[in-house]
């Protein structure tokens, strides 16, 4: 198993910098927790997400690599499915309305796509945090700032295994994940995508420890 490089602080590309593209990493990776990284899928590549102890969030978000303007869209994927919680046979889709994921194996089937990335705004807003805390928008914008992607470029995550709950007055409720150890989804990339994914940092979402994410480029 090889250890994902934790995100780290980085100074972003200007705007309009061109793409780097890296070769995707091989063998089982692991994030470590609270903690993110970025890497290249190809289209066709499939991307095995595992939660290797069980109730562990991790953040997914995506950009068309050559196209970065064309993004991961919650709005667009929950729309044309109908539904709330996307598994098995389910697409997510761009902002342009183009297919960049089909979702082919899920063993959770509670994953969601309402909430942006837990930030440091949201720990001191919700939580009345005070000073820092490391939160998937810090680990997602670090990481995919080598390729060019600006912290404003991000948007709703596709939060796997989060497990959020609406009631019928609309109230929305952070439970305890449904994912336990080995867990996984796998995602077959429709396009070139420039992905990021992390180890959750927000302790209401992870049942109040934070855990490694496991991942796998197949
Ligand atoms: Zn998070």
Redesign the pocket.
């Known amino acids: 198993m090889n250890l994902a490089t934790p995100a780290r602080p980085a100074s972003l590309p200007a705007a309009g910098s061109p793409i780097r593209l890296t070769e995707s990493p091989r063998g089982l990776q692991r994030i470590p927790p609270q903690s993110g990284t970025a890497f290249i899928l190809r289209r066709g590549q499939r991307l095995k997400v595992i939660d290797p102890l069980g109730e562990q969030?991790s953040?997914l978000f995506a950009v068309k690599a050559d196209e970065p303007a064309c993004r991961l869209s919650s709005g667009r994927s929950l729309d044309y499915a109908g539904k709330l919680y996307l598994s098995t046979g389910d697409a997510l889709y761009a902002n342009d309305s183009r297919v960049m994921f089909s979702i082919e194996e899920d063993t959770v089937g509670r994953h969601d796509f309402l909430l942006t990335?837990?930030s440091q705004e949201m720990f001191e807003i919700l939580y009345r945090h005070e000073g820092h805390h490391p939160?998937?928008?810090e680990n997602l914008h670090t990481s995919l700032a080598r390729h060019g992607i600006r912290p404003e470029d991000i948007g709703t995550t596709f939060?796997i295994f989060m497990n959020v709950t609406i009631d019928p007055q609309g109230r929305i409720t952070v439970g305890v994940p449904h994912s336990r150890a080995g867990d996984h989804i796998v995602l077959r990339a429709e396009m070139d995508l420039i992905c990021g994914l992390?180890a959750?940092?927000?302790e209401g979402?992870n049942n109040g420890t934070f855990k490694p994410i496991d991942f796998e480029i197949l």
């Open positions: 969030v953040d990335p837990c939160s998937c928008f939060n992390t959750c940092s927000a979402s």
